[in-house]
């Protein structure tokens, strides 16, 4: 079965602090692999994503991150932490050959930031 | 720019009412979904429609029916809300060409009192 492990449930760093998310996705197939953030009060927003090709993928607001299949992971990085990154980011996993466009969520990675 | 949209930020219910949560996206999406969203548990699915009158059940559905009768709405109805449905409710829309990218609403907070 499909499943997405965040192993860090909260996350503190300091302002300008290079910052990483960790991810790590049960998959049988070649999955498309996703990270979303959702700042307080509001719904999820789409950070970046995986389908193939390059492992490395860059997405907004400065994040990128790197698809090691060795490894089932997926993990979030970004060079220097901005106040505004303060959030919850959520990895996910879809289905590569579905016919639906279904998502499996972790359990989310709270980040605070210190000044 | 892609708008979903959910009828209310905050909703107070009591135990045994019947509650609808409505959810309309604009950019004429085919895929439309309904998550919850509990501390340490993340988004789990509840329902999602693929196309108008067309549901198929997600993770949780027990307690929980959908409404699809217009492309751009989609419905979530407790039939008889009871404590332990007091969540976060998201609702979530997706064209069919971009596999996995999903474009949320702003969420319900619903509590049952």
């Known amino acids: 079965a499909q499943s997405v492990t965040q192993p860090d449930i909260h996350i503190t760093v300091s302002e300008g602090a290079s910052l990483e998310l960790r991810c790590n996705y049960s998959y049988g197939a070649t999955p498309y692999l996703f990270w979303y953030v959702q700042s307080p009060g509001q719904g999820l927003q789409l950070l970046l994503k995986?389908?193939?090709?390059?492992?490395l993928v860059q997405g907004i607001k400065g994040f990128e991150a790197e698809f090691k299949r060795s490894q089932s992971s997926f993990n979030l990085r970004k060079p220097s932490v901005h106040w505004s990154d303060a959030a919850e980011y959520f990895c996910a996993v879809g289905a590569a050959g579905g016919a639906t466009n279904k998502l499996i969520f972790g359990t989310g990675t709270l980040l605070a930031v210190q000044p | 720019d892609v708008k979903v949209t959910q009828s209310s930020r905050y909703l107070v219910k009591r135990t045994g009412e019947k509650v609808f949560l409505e959810c309309v996206q604009d950019m004429d999406h085919e895929n439309m979904f309904w998550y919850r969203q509990d501390p340490g548990l993340g988004l789990r699915l509840i329902y999602f429609s693929y196309d108008v009158k067309m549901k198929e059940k997600g993770d949780i559905p027990e307690g929980y029916s959908v409404s699809r009768e217009k492309k751009e709405r989609f419905s979530l109805i407790l039939e008889s809300a009871s404590t332990n449905q007091t969540s976060m409710y998201l609702c979530?829309?997706?064209?069919?060409?971009?596999?996995?990218?999903?474009?949320f609403g702003p969420g319900t907070r619903l509590t049952v009192l």
């Open positions: 979530a829309s997706s064209p069919t060409g971009k596999k996995g990218t999903q474009y």
């Open positions: 995986y389908f193939s090709g390059d492992t």
